[in-house]
Antibody, heavy 119, light 113 residues
Framework: QVQLQESGPGLVKPSQTLSLTCTVS??????????WSWIRQHPGMGLEWIGF???????SYNPSLKSRVTISVDTSKNQFSLKLNSVTAADTAIYYC???????????WGRGTQVTVSS | DVVMTQSPLSLSVTLGQPASISCRSS???????????LNWFQQRPGQSPRRLLY???TRDSGVPDRFSGSGSGTDFTLKISGVEAEDVGVYYC??????????FGQGTRLEIK
């Protein structure tokens, strides 16, 4: 079973760039038609899809975040990453990396990582 | 964007009794391949979500058979045939037919009465 683990700073200053990495284990990031997504959950709230990338580099982003988001895949490291620039307090959330087939999009989840935007 | 509307938003159920959660989409979720890409997730307190069902009614490996999914088009239902204590948490539906963006329901909180 595919396992995912997020890593990155837990504290980011306003206006800076949030950068997270997801390491995929027990499976290849290049296998099949899987897509690799980032999803976030604001404190005590529901789930918000940020975007995904296929191992080919083809991406899709939530229009509400598109101007600030980049998701990329590093097949040599079996990792994918999230960059969200110009962050504000509204970007404070738990960030999850996920993987899933191209149809259902989301199957496997990482444990999530708390990111707080504060000076 | 496709809006996913869950009801009820909270549910209090006696152990062993059934539970049902509705998820309605603002557009039909039937994809060009004939599948409805509707997932159900369970998020237990303090944990990350776990997928229970995909394509509306296909149970994931290891998911107890008391969980079942049904529906097509715009109306979908998650049923738990007999609630157990470990089922406490928040349940989300998610559509992956029309994107971007992939969208989630607001979540339904299940507690034991």
């Amino acid at each position: 079973q595919v396992q995912l683990q997020e890593s990155g700073p837990g504290l980011v200053k306003p206006s800076q760039t949030l950068s997270l990495t997801c390491t995929v284990s027990s499976g290849s990031i290049s296998s099949g038609d899987y897509c690799w997504s980032w999803i976030r959950q604001h404190p005590g709230m529901g789930l918000e899809w940020i975007g995904f990338s296929y191992h080919s580099g083809s991406t899709s982003y939530n229009p509400s975040l598109k101007s600030r988001v980049t998701i990329s895949v590093d097949t040599s490291k079996n990792q994918f990453s999230l960059k969200l620039n110009s962050v504000t307090a509204a970007d404070t959330a738990i960030y999850y990396c996920t993987g899933g087939s191209s149809g259902s999009k989301v199957e496997y989840w990482g444990r999530g990582t708390q990111v707080t935007v504060s000076s | 964007d496709v809006v996913m509307t869950q009801s009820p938003l909270s549910l209090s159920v006696t152990l062993g009794q059934p539970a049902s959660i509705s998820c309605r989409s603002s557009q039909s979720l039937v994809f060009s391949d004939g599948n409805s890409y509707l997932n159900w997730f369970q998020q237990r307190p303090g944990q990350s979500p776990r997928r229970l069902l995909y394509k509306a009614s296909t149970r994931d490996s290891g998911v107890p058979d008391r969980f079942s999914g049904s529906g097509s088009g715009t109306d979908f239902t998650l049923k738990i045939s007999g609630v157990e204590a470990e089922d406490v948490g928040v349940y989300y539906c998610m559509q992956a037919t029309h994107w971007p963006p992939v969208t989630f329901g607001q979540g339904t909180r299940l507690e034991i009465k």
